[in-house]
C-alpha cells in the first residue's frame, strides 16, 4: 500500500480490498506452514486442517482474480506473487493426492502449474536482484516435473527440464551460490529418470509413444461367473525403498515409482481441466475409493517404518488387505544358530545411511547382533492378524519363505530371484526386473529378450496377446485344485489379481529363457504355488513362446514344451 499521506487518497472500499487480501494472504501462509507439523501417517488426524488451507485459498485465489486491477494498483501486486499463490495450491493439491492416492487431485496439481508456466507468473522474476525469488522458481519447476513424471507426460517433461537447466544457468551466473551443485544434481536425477525405462514404443515417424501403465478399464481380467474367491480389498499399501545405486528423484526411487503407478487406476477428465485452474474441493472425492491409500517411504529407520506400518494396520478396514512392497538392498544371517527362528534368515535393509548420522553404527557391531533396521520376516508378525500381502524384491528376498502363519489370516508373499543372470545385472541402476515385470510385463518381456526399441503397431498387437495370456492365467489360477486358498482370498481385488498374473507370468518367462539357468534366478511365493498348474504349466509355456515368436525371438527360449502341449 502506498506510504505516508497518499494512504488518505485512497477510498475506503479499495483499502478494506487490500486489508482483506492482506489478511487472506498471511493467513494461507500460517496455514501452509501449518501442514508440516501434521502427522504424516493416519487418515484422520489431517483432513480437517487440510480442509481449512484449500477453503483459504479457494478465497485467496478468487479474491485475487476478483479485485486485481485495484490489488496492482494499491497493493502493488507482482504477477510471480500470484504464480506463489498458484505454485502453494499445486504443492496443497499434490500433498492432497499423496494422502488420498486419488489422481484426481493429481491433476489438479498439474491444472495449476500449467497455468502459472503458460501465464508466466515468474517471468519477470530473472529482473528483480533477489536469489531467494529465483530460488522459489526453480523449486516449482522441479516440483512440477514430479507431477508430469506421475502422469507420464514425458515429453513436457523434457521441455521443462530445458527450462529449468536454462534457469539454474542463469541463476548461477548471476548469484555466486553455494547450492549450484545441488541443482545440478536435481537434473542429472530427472535426466537419469526419463531414461529409466529400457524400451521405448515408436511411432512410424520415430516419435516416443507414451504407453499407460496405470490399471485402465478391461486392463484385469474377469472373474468368471461362479467363480468362489474371496471379498478382500486392497485399502492400504506401504511403499518402501532402499537400493542405493538405483535412479530417484525427489525420495522416489524408479522402484517405488512403478510400483506407485501399479496400484492406482489411469485419471480420466484431464484433458477438461488442462487449461482453466478450477478449485476441486477435498469434500468433492468420490464416495468409493477408487486407489489404494499408500505412503511412500524411502530409506525409512526401523521405528518411522515401524510407525507407519502401526497405523496402517490400525485404520484398515474390515475385509481389507494391506500390502508391504519392500525393494531393499538384502541383509543375510551371519552364521547357523542351533534354532533357525524368523530372526535367523536375515532380511532386507529399509535404512543404510542414518543410522550412520545419528551415530548408532559408528563402531562396527559385534558379528552376532543383528543389523539395527533390517526388516525381518519375524517383524511383520504381528501384522499378519489382518489379510497381509507382501512383495519383495531384494537379494535376499528368499527370507521371507521362512514365514509362519499364526493367525489363520490370509498371508501372500511374492519374492524375486535373488541373483540375476550377469547381462541382466548391468541395468540395476534402472530399476529391478521382477518390479518392471509386475509394473510392465511386456516391457520386461521385450528387456529380457534384448529388444530396446518397437514399432507402436506391434506394441499394440502384442498388449492385445498378453491380455488373452491374463484370461487364460486367471482361469487357471482360480481353477486350480491344490493352490493355496490364500492366493484366491485375494483374487477378488483387481490390483492384487493383476500382481498374481503379472508374478505367474514372470516366472514362468524366466524359466524358459535361456539365460535364466539357476533356480536364484527364479521368483518364489509364500505359500508355494503349485508350479505344474501355474508357473511350468504347458499352457502357460506355450503363451510364452507365442510372444516370443511374434516378436521373432524364440531362439532365447526352450522350446521343447511346444511339442508336449
Keep these: ?242 537400493c542405493s545405486n538405483q535412479v530417484k528423484f525427489s525420495e522416489l526411487t524408479i522402484d517405488m515409482f512403478r510400483m506407485l503407478q501399479a496400484l492406482e487406476r489411469e485419471p480420466v477428465n484431464l484433458a477438461t481441466q488442462m487449461n482453466k485452474p478450477g478449485m476441486l474441493e477435498p469434500s468433492e472425492k468420490p464416495a468409493k475409493r477408487e486407489n489404494p491409500h499408500k505412503y511412500l517411504l524411502y530409506k525409512p529407520t526401523f521405528s518411522q517404518l515401524y510407525t507407519f506400518l502401526s497405523a496402517a494396520f490400525k485404520e484398515l478396514p474390515a475385509n481389507s488387505v494391506l500390502l508391504m512392497y519392500l525393494s531393499a538392498t538384502g541383509v543375510f544371517p551371519t552364521g547357523r544358530s542351533d534354532y533357525e527362528g524368523p530372526y535367523d534368515f536375515g532380511g532386507v535393509l529399509t535404512n543404510s545411511n542414518r543410522d550412520i548420522l545419528n551415530g548408532e553404527t559408528v563402531h562396527k557391531r559385534n558379528q552376532a547382533h543383528k543389523e539395527m533396521h533390517c526388516l525381518h520376516p519375524g517383524d511383520l508378525y504381528p501384522f499378519t492378524r489382518k489379510p497381509l500381502f507382501v512383495v519383495v524384491d531384494s537379494s535376499n528376498s528368499v527370507a521371507y519363505k521362512n514365514f509362519t502363519n499364526l493367525f489363520g489370516q490370509p498371508v501372500v508373499c511374492l519374492l524375486s530371484p535373488t541373483v540375476y543372470p550377469k547381462n541382466m545385472q548391468d541395468q540395476s541402476q534402472r530399476g529391478s526386473l521382477f518390479t518392471l515385470f509386475l509394473y510392465n510385463p511386456l516391457m520386461a518381456f521385450l528387456y529380457v529378450c534384448g529388444l530396446s526399441s518397437m514399432r507402436s503397431g506391434l506394441w499394440d498387437k502384442c498388449q492385445e496377446f498378453l491380455r488373452k495370456v491374463n484370461r487364460d492365467l486367471g482361469q487357471l489360477i482360480s481353477r486350480s485344485r491344490s493352490i493355496d486358498q490364500a492366493f484366491l482370498q485375494f483374487f477378488g481385488d483387481e490390483f492384487l489379481r493383476l500382481l498374481l498374473v503379472r508374478f505367474v507370468f514372470c516366472s514362468a518367462t524366466m524359466r524358459l529363457h535361456k539365460v535364466f539357468r539357476e533356480t536364484r534366478n527364479y521368483p518364489e511365493t509364500y505359500p508355494q504355488l503349485p508350479k505344474e498348474e501355474t508357473v511350468e504349466n504347458p499352457m502357460v509355456q506355450k503363451h510364452v513362446l507365442e510372444l516370443a515368436s511374434i516378436l521373432d525371438v524364440q531362439n532365447l527360449f526352450c522350446d521343447n514344451t511346444l511339442d508336449d502341449y
Design 1 to 242: 500500500m502506498s506510504a505516508g499521506g497518499a494512504e488518505e487518497d485512497i477510498p475506503l472500499g479499495e483499502r478494506k480490498t487490500v486489508t482483506d487480501f492482506c489478511y487472506l494472504l498471511d493467513k494461507s501462509k500460517q496455514l501452509f506452514n501449518g501442514l508440516r507439523d501434521l502427522p504424516q501417517y493416519g487418515h484422520k488426524q489431517w483432513q480437517s486442517y487440510f480442509g481449512r488451507t484449500f477453503d483459504v485459498y479457494t478465497k485467496l485465489w478468487k479474491f485475487q482474480q476478483q479485485h486485481r486491477q485495484v490489488l496492482d494498483n494499491r497493493y502493488g501486486l507482482k504477477r510471480w506473487q500470484i504464480g506463489e499463490i498458484a505454485s502453494k495450491i499445486g504443492q496443497l493439491y499434490y500433498h492432497y493426492y499423496l494422502r488420498t492416492s486419488e489422481t484426481s487431485y493429481l491433476n489438479e496439481a498439474f491444472s495449476f502449474y500449467s497455468a502459472i508456466r503458460q501465464r508466466s507468473y515468474y517471468s519477470q522474476v530473472s529482473k528483480e536482484d533477489r536469489p531467494e525469488l529465483v530460488v522459489k522458481k526453480l523449486r516449482y519447476y522441479a516440483r512440477y516435473i514430479v507431477v508430469c513424471l506421475l502422469l507420464n507426460k514425458m515429453d513436457l517433461v523434457k521441455d521443462l527440464v530445458k527450462d529449468l537447466s536454462d534457469e539454474i544457468e542463469d541463476y548461477t551466473h548471476r548469484f555466486n551460490t553455494e547450492d549450484q551443485l545441488e541443482w545440478n544434481l536435481v537434473l542429472q536425477e530427472v535426466a537419469a529418470f526419463i531414461e529409466a525405462d529400457p524400451v521405448m514404443v515408436l511411432n512410424d515417424d520415430n516419435t516416443v509413444v507414451v504407453t499407460s501403465k496405470r490399471l485402465v478399464e478391461g486392463g484385469v481380467p474377469q472373474l468368471e461367473q461362479g467363480m468362489i474367491v474371496g471379498q478382500l480389498t486392497l485399502a492400504d499399501a506401504l511403499i518402501i525403498g532402499n
